[in-house]
């Protein structure tokens, strides 16, 4: 054993065994599919003749002459900016209520945690039932207390919304780590910005903001990109909301109503199990992955702390 | 300590029993604050477990109540529950999601222990480099590749119509887990490891012997998000499984269940509810272990 470890050529080896299950994922699973995107976005491609080589053709199909591209990129890019926000917002403060609670904190925190774990399809059905507009309780308790309710997934201009909505109620994990974050600010710096006399909003903004940033940067990475593949909830919710019987392998238009929850991954489901054009679903896959990296890379420039704990 | 009513002392007070006008205001200003606080909270909380609390009423309603949009049920239809399992298909639907969750969940555990440790506690050229790039499978889209992914699975394995191709690449390392998981290999001290090897342990030995033991929160952590990440996985069955409804999940099932019972808003919710049960008992036992791995994941980050 001694000898192994004194061996470079042997420690070397030690180590790929160790890493071959991953070495051996990422590039079957991760590498090769990459690259083969690539491919086929030059590729006439139906998925039962072979494929023949078109150039730039499937890249100028999509962005000048594909009727969705355009909706689709911007519900999407719509989604990214507001769902981020809103979640970051949303889950900061509630990060910042559950530390300032001090009576039944492990009743809260598991009230507000428990709806991150519903499965997203049975979120989701579950609120295109409550944001029904005609007999849906949110409307009813709404009537009740004189607000005629919006028509939520059933209006264009309320459907994005209404997503935004659902994946609040899903917060419970930006709110641990939130939380979390929060419990690590050493107390000290509060105890002296007290002597300072400073005020809530000072000892917020000088104390416990710049303690958390790296924190608010890992939270609105991870967003983005989530936010990239955004699919079952907008897809489940537009078919459950409209109403329509759609058995397996019917074809419907995605993004009821008009479009509005059309996003670039249902697309890409459209594109390439549905219309067979393989060539269009991989230049379109490539878009998502090109914004997702260029955001992700805009925000790990200026520090993310996703590698602060190497060794 | 706390107190529960707002006329019990609090702790300082009781120690320092200061009179005067300033000391009462500053108690004034403590219980305002502490109403203030709790009532938002309660507030919140119930905006939070109402979603619940309706979704339960409306699958005990009769068909009929469901679609009136009263809130509470005239009489309780507990045979909604029955009738939705007797659903053709439904407990197929359990069978799927059971074997995909958990041959899904035990793949990944034991894949991702060695390379976690690996990129933890070796030291070889390229590591930074393995962990950039561990990161970034994170970050893509798994529509990125799915389209290629499909043609493999379909064309060369003749796999389409059942859940392996989700299955079978767990088994290679899921970028999401190794990354936890060296997260919380980092914080076990090198002595241990050295002092097992001082004792003439293998590297593979030491890593079942002393790691994976010492490591248990942080493995049972990336064991439950691989679980409930293949019971919510709604886009993979359905690039996969759609053709062939036997090898549908509860996940995938569920939505072509509302689809087929159009106006049946009461089974659905049942159904909705029993789709939801699992993850939500498992989190009552698991509680530590979920609120540790998702603070690792960020915090420690």
């Known amino acids: 054993m001694a000898l192994s470890l004194s061996n470079p050529a042997r420690r070397r080896l030690r180590t790929l065994g160790f890493l071959s299950p991953w070495l051996v994922g990422f590039s079957v699973f991760f590498a090769y599919p990459l690259i083969a995107t690539v491919y086929f976005s030059f590729m006439h491609y139906n998925q039962i003749k072979e494929p023949t080589f078109v150039g730039l053709r499937n890249w100028k199909y999509v962005f000048d002459q594909m009727p969705l591209f355009g909706p689709a990129l911007w519900n999407t890019l719509w989604l990214v900016v507001i769902m981020v926000a809103v979640r970051v917002v949303f889950g900061l403060s509630l990060g910042l209520l559950i530390t300032k609670i001090k009576t039944g904190a492990g009743f809260f925190r598991t009230a507000f945690y428990l709806p991150y774990l519903a499965p997203p399809v049975a979120a989701t059905v579950a609120f295109v039932f409550l944001l029904n507009p005609g007999t849906g309780p949110v409307n009813e308790i709404l009537d009740a207390v004189g607000i005629s309710g919006p028509n939520w997934f059933n209006d264009p201009d309320t459907a994005k919304p209404s997503l935004v909505l659902l994946s609040l109620w899903g917060i419970g994990d930006l709110m641990v780590i939130f939380m979390a974050s929060l419990l690590d600010v050493p107390k000290e710096q509060y105890e002296a910005a007290d002597l300072d006399g400073a005020g809530a909003w000072a000892k917020f903004r000088y104390v416990t903001w710049p303690a958390i940033t790296p924190i608010v940067m890992f939270a609105v990475v991870t967003g983005v990109v989530q936010t990239m593949q955004y699919y079952t909830q907008a897809l489940v919710a537009g078919k459950v909301a409209s109403g329509v019987n759609i058995g397996p392998g019917s074809v419907i238009q995605p993004g009821y109503p008009d479009h509005s929850t059309l996003t670039v991954p249902q697309l890409v489901y459209q594109m390439g199990f549905q219309n067979f054009n393989t060539g269009a679903a991989c230049v379109l896959s490539l878009v998502l992955f090109a914004i997702a990296m260029a955001v992700t890379l805009l925000l790990m420039r200026k520090r993310s702390g996703l590698l602060s704990a190497e060794d | ?301």
């Open chain 2, 1 to 301: 300590m706390t107190t529960t009513t707002l006329t019990a002392p609090t702790a300082p007070e009781r120690t320092a029993p200061a009179r005067g006008p300033a000391a009462a205001r500053a108690r004034r200003k403590r219980v305002l604050h502490w109403i203030a606080v709790h009532s938002v909270a309660i507030g919140v909380a119930l905006l939070f477990v109402l979603p619940f609390v309706f979704v339960f009423l409306t699958s005990v309603m009769s068909d009929s109540q469901a679609m009136s949009g009263d809130l509470w049920p005239d009489s309780w239809h507990w045979s909604n529950y029955r009738e939705v399992f007797e659903t053709p298909g439904f407990l197929d639907w359990w069978r799927n999601s059971l074997m995909y969750a958990g041959l899904g969940t035990l793949f990944t555990v034991c894949s991702a222990i060695p390379v976690a440790y690996a990129l933890a506690k070796f030291r070889f050229r390229g590591r930074r480099t393995a962990m950039l790039l561990v990161i970034s499978t994170m970050m893509l889209p798994p529509q990125v590749i799915v389209i290629p992914m499909y043609l493999v699975w379909a064309q060369q394995f003749h796999l389409s119509g059942t859940l392996w191709p989700l299955i079978i690449p767990m088994a290679f390392g899921d970028a999401y887990s190794i990354f936890l998981l060296r997260q919380f290999l980092l914080t076990i001290p090198k002595e241990y490891i050295e002092s097992a090897k001082v004792d003439g342990c293998g590297e593979f030995r030491t890593m079942i012997k002393i790691v994976v033991p010492m490591a248990k929160p942080g493995i049972t952590a990336i064991a439950l998000f691989q679980f409930f990440y293949c019971w919510n996985d709604y886009f993979g069955p359905q690039i996969y499984a759609a053709q062939n409804p036997g090898a549908w999940t509860l996940s995938y099932g569920l939505e072509s269940f509302k689809s087929a019972h159009a106006v049946n808003w009461n089974m659905t919710m049942a159904a909705t509810l029993l789709v939801m049960a699992p993850v939500i008992l498992v989190f009552f036992f698991a509680q530590k272990a979920f609120v540790e791995g998702v603070t690792l994941t960020g915090v420690k980050g």
